[in-house]
């Protein structure tokens, strides 16, 4: 998932990058299919070359490498709005067949409280005024769902017109890269289908890994296997990335460092 995330920036000049899986895979294209891809993060860090996974938005080391640091209102309404930013690199927590993204709330059932999530954040307007957007995330039912429980992050609503109607400047996603395969919308309808297997995965799997009925391409391509020298990269940039831990001793955080290293 991560190789082929990566592979999708090799012919891209500027990449806006979210945190999680999506800098990994931009961080790993830069050293692997795209040495001079122009990292860009949504705290005004143009340019950065962090020698490790950033941590967050606002690590420093995004910072120190980079070729300039500019304000938060100057990256979006300069760069971002201005059309000079040519792919987003975006997770989610739930998608649906149009590409939308919900990194809100969930439902978690009757009887409990709502899962609060991270929220927007610049995903909205990166979604809306990129050239394209890509997206990266694992492939279950919990996360490609018939119906989001939040629609925080407009794909293509629903269909084809529906983002020209509201005005909005980029192509949207065109791109959905999982663990199990790629996904790329229908030139006709927006909708979502299946165009690529990872190897060793089948239409069967990916299906029952949808929530809703998923259609194929005519042709499913195979991705091909990272290569040594992605793996290499990849496994030396995660070498490199101290553990995001809290400080604090408490049973609770014991619990989330256990989680955090099984992850």
């Known amino acids: ?4 995330a990566a592979r999708a920036l090799a012919g891209a000049r500027t990449c806006f990058v979210g945190i999680g899986l999506p800098s990994t895979a931009a961080n790993l294209a830069r050293r692997t299919v795209n040495p001079d891809l122009v990292l860009i993060y949504e705290s005004g860090t143009l340019g950065s070359k962090p020698t490790r996974l950033p941590l967050s938005i606002g ?39 149009f590409a939308n993204i ?11 409280p709502e899962g609060r999530l991270p929220g927007a954040g610049g995903a909205p307007e990166i979604a809306a005024n990129c050239g394209q957007v890509l997206m990266v995330l694992r492939h279950s039912r919990r996360n490609f769902v018939g119906a989001l429980d939040f629609v925080t992050t407009l794909g ?38 299946l165009t690529d297997l990872h190897p060793g995965v089948t239409v069967e799997q990916v299906r029952a890994a949808t929530g809703w009925d998923l259609k194929e391409a005519d042709r499913i391509g ?21 553990p995001a831990t809290p400080a604090s001793g408490t049973p609770e955080t014991a619990a989330a460092r256990k989680d955090t290293a099984t992850r």
Not at 75 to 97: E, T
Not at 102 to 112: A, E, F, Q, S, Y
């Open 1 to 4: 998932m991560e190789v082929n």
């Open 156 to 193: 293509h609503g629903s269909g084809p017109r529906d983002r020209a109607a509201l005005g909005l400047p980029g192509a949207g996603p065109t791109a959905v890269i999982t663990d199990l395969g790629v996904l790329r919308p229908d030139p006709g309808t927006a909708e979502l289908v």
């Open 222 to 242: 195979v991705t091909d296997p990272p290569t040594a020298a992605e793996l290499t990269a990849l496994r030396a940039l995660k070498a490199a990335t101290p």
């Open 102 to 112: 919900n990194t809100t709330v969930v439902d978690r059932g009757p009887g409990k």
């Open 59 to 97: 690590d420093g080391e995004l910072a120190d490498t980079a070729d300039a640091v500019v304000s938060v209102p100057e990256m979006f309404n300069y760069w971002l709005q201005g059309g000079r930013i040519d792919v987003g690199f975006l997770g989610a927590a739930q998608v649906d067949r």
